[in-house]
């Protein structure tokens, strides 16, 4: 697994918001439960989506909203 990485740009808060509200509405939850799901149940956000940005950011939203739900799956994380 990648190291954790801090939000180094507004191109990567953006995207890190962009996920979380598109997993979110996909989820039926509301942003804040994502957040916290992604930041303290698991080290998602740091660990793969902004070190993936360069290559994440590039696909559809409906490709990175399945790897970032997969991934979640995988690691057994309940919502």
Request: aromatic letters at 8%; proline letters at 1%; charged letters at 30%.
């Amino acid at each position: 697994m990648l190291d954790n990485a801090k939000i180094r740009n507004a191109d990567e808060l953006e995207f890190a918001v962009y996920c979380i509200e598109n997993i979110a509405i996909r989820l039926g939850k509301n942003a804040e439960e994502i957040y916290q799901t992604l930041t303290e149940k698991s080290d998602i956000l740091s660990s793969y989506i902004i070190p993936e940005y360069e290559m994440l950011h590039t696909q559809s939203k409906d490709y990175i909203v399945d790897d970032i739900i997969s991934m979640m799956e995988e690691r057994g994380i309940q919502l």
